[in-house]
């Protein structure tokens, strides 16, 4: 009950924040977030102490608990990432880690190409036949989890620690389009295939057909999913976030 309790409590503060309903700026009492709460002060303690370590609080003495501005957040904590795909700003999120990937992946299937041992390739063929074979059956979950697997084994495969550490972002970013109806229901048979020309070439040291054959997959994404942007403006780095 108590970490149940304590999840509780940092899911309201956080999505609160990350959502905009408590602006940058904005002070917030102990007392109160016990009383909205109804949890005891370790609790809410320890919720603010997770909220500070997310760089979205922080303590000031004598003041009590400032909400800070987008610019402090830990934007690539898979916990922000999804708060921020549950809000109204979910165009924004969706756009951003859209063009990091689109900057990343292709880089990463490269390198993958030309310093992962085989076994990695051949197991990238493994998942992005898995994938095929979900996909058909009309598995949308076990498909999910498969392509989180394969974006996140590739980042991996690269040898750059910096790229796999982007694995739980990107996990957070392929749930959440899922979970927001952006996902195909049945994926197309072209997308699986790219999949598989991925797997393919990294598993036969293509590096500049790893790479385009990476640009296709992500290309498709962000026609999949760039409705939700459109006429959102960019934030720039005022403190404060666009809504979508």
Known sequence: MGSRLHDLAVEHLGSRIVSGELEAGAVLRTEVLEAELRVSRSVVREAVRVAQSLGL???????GIRVLPITAWNLFDPSVIRWRLE??????????????????EPVAAELAARFAPPELGAGLMGVAAAMRAAGRAGDAAGFLELDVEFHRSVLRASGNEMFAALGDAVGEVLRGRSSSGLMPAHPSEEAMQWHVDVADAILAGRADAARAAM????????DDVERTWRDIPRAGWSGTEPTA
């Open 57 to 63: 609080v922080e303590s000031v003495r004598r003041v």
């Open 87 to 104: 809000s109204g700003r979910k165009g924004a999120q969706l756009r951003s880690l859209t063009e990091l990937r689109t900057a990343v």
């Open 215 to 222: 640009l296709r997959v992500l290309g498709r994404t962000a």
